[in-house]
């Protein structure tokens, strides 16, 4: 019992639970024991052999997908599960953004919007930032293109070119909305010509184009 | 559209007319989803249980630039039906001129509906417990007794939705540009609240918002300068997103 | 950064969603890997484990309680896998001297280490099968001694006891090793 008492000593040492042990001779076993698992620690860890992963991934391959709870199927379905499968593949076996890794894999407008939601909660980087905006580009349902904007606006002197353009492909009064909102308070150099662009386009939101005409009017005053 | 036409002569021999003008749509018995498509017209869409008599049903209106409005028995030219993937699409013709179509649907309780009009109409939507995903750009949208969530956006016009039985993960996101939004929700939800009220707006809640932020609540004095909050009901969950650029917000106990 | 947990993920398995799992595999993949290589210091056989140790999470993926932790669930599922490879290969393995240096990382790697760490992969090497791998179970996948104590069916404390012996025991061995 009283060897027992002892190595608990050592091991709460070793696991960094107690800052020191008052038995000199545990202390000593402590200190050795720490190192040793601090060189084993730090060893350089192997590589997966490539062929594994092939194997994983034929593995995978071969489970037959279960449909969907909640459907968001098109006529393309079979087309996107054939792309989804092989980018998400892509990605699942080389290194890569972890926030697209796991955004790729949502299937549900719901998932979605809940996973750019949570992104409020961490610290975007540059690379993060683009990703979002290629997302805006390439997303369709608008609640989500919001979401994401509203997450954007939180990084405004990190948008540059690619979000000013947003507004060029964007067709959704909302969207053009919200998009407008975070382009009037960034007052980006080069954002007249975009703007006088956009107001100049057919069949715009009578809301919108007084919007954007508003941002016009105080950038030249 | 190549196969959907080929579907409506399936449709034309499987669908009948019941009565007053209604087509028949239960040969549908195993999709689960329905996407509606459409430009001009209101559209209504009641989920019905399994017991009822007349589970699957669509009721199609169509008002001319003349304003003459006509119950249609045959729907061919009108609105197209086509099936892929246990999804059932309803899109109606693109507009001649000024007309209109509306939609009268009955549809199983259980299905999920998308339905997106592209260009105006009101929308209601009652009693779908597997989720609403509505986009809409001129008009009103009313959501009852809505099940799992709800997506909606509109341009002008505003929201109105009550849920039960919501998915505790699942989100609420309800956008609109032009008008106000109002939400009722189950006493014990628990939800993540992002409010964004551009102008013109208030925000009314029956559901103490725990906030970082000093909320003015309930005091229904339209304000000029945006009012945007993140607060939580009830400890906070799965995301409830309401925006307007125009109109107040209302959270209400259902 | 990642906003996925490896629990959601789970679920999503569960759900149907299998291509899912090549998230899990690249999450847990390389430590798996080095562990199974790190006690059997067997190439083909660790990578045998790591596939089966992920057929298995699929096969049993039902079985996994969403109150737990998904990461020593998945830990467990590849312990008791190698547990049972262990036992099949105990009666006739032996381990000599050649093998010593193949413990650990890879030869051509060993550039990468300093001296020391050498000498306690050496040392390692000397580590009966079953002393390996519990310490293995501690310091590479960092699994809790509740996680060891559950896999290898002792006690807690019993499982704190055997890393600290085992430990213990590496110590010794180092002193005998030349540098």
Known sequence: MKEELFEKDIMDFVDGKAKDISNEEAALIGHDLKQIVYDLKSMPLEKVPTTTDKSINDFIKGIPQQKQSILRLNKWWPVMVAAASFALLILVFNQGNSLQDDYQILASNPDKLNFIYKLNEKELNGSDIAWLNSELKKENNPNIKVTIVDLLNNYQSKLDNDFIRQLEDESTPSVQMALLNTLEEIQYEDLNNDLWAFTERKNLDNMVKSKASSILSKSTN | ?254 | MTVLTDELLLQKIIRGETQVLGVLYKRYSTLLFNYFYRVTKDYNASNDLLMETFARIHKYRHSYKPSRKVRPWIFQIGSNLLKDHLKKISKTISIHESDVQQIGVQPDRYSEISDRQRRTQQAMARLKLSERNIVTQYYLLEMSYEAIAETENITVNNARIKVCRALKKLKALLKDIKT
């Open chain 2, 1 to 254: 559209m190549k196969k959907s036409k080929l579907l409506f002569l399936v449709i034309s021999i499987l669908s009948y007319n019941i009565g007053s003008s209604q087509i028949d749509l239960s040969v549908y018995d195993d999709i689960e989803s329905v996407t509606v498509t459409s430009y001009w017209g209101d559209i209504n869409v009641i989920g019905t249980e399994a017991s009822a008599d007349r589970v699957f049903t669509m009721e199609v209106v169509h008002t001319d630039s003349e304003n003459n409005a006509v119950r249609l028995d045959q729907i061919e030219g009108y609105v197209d039906l086509s099936v892929e993937n246990k999804q059932l699409y309803i899109e109606t013709r693109t507009p001649e001129g000024f007309e209109s179509i509306d939609l009268n649907l009955k549809i199983p309780a259980h299905l999920f509906l998308d339905l997106k009009l592209i260009k105006g109409g009101n929308i209601y939507a009652d009693n779908l417990k597997n989720g609403v995903e509505i986009n809409i750009l001129n008009g009103s949208v009313k959501i009852e007794r809505i099940g799992k969530y709800a997506l909606v956006n509109a341009a002008n016009g505003e929201i109105s939705a009550e849920f039960e039985n919501i998915d505790s993960d699942k989100p609420v996101s309800l956008v609109t540009m032009n008008g106000g939004i109002t939400v009722s929700l189950p006493g014990n939800i628990k939800r993540d609240v992002r409010m964004i009220s551009r102008k013109n707006g208030y925000i009314q809640s029956d559901f103490p918002l725990a906030s970082g932020d000093k909320i003015s609540l309930n005091t229904k004095q339209y304000s000029k300068t945006p009012i945007i909050h993140t607060a939580r009901i009830n400890g906070g969950g799965a995301l409830l997103f309401l925006s307007t650029e125009n109109g107040p917000l209302s959270i209400k106990k259902s």
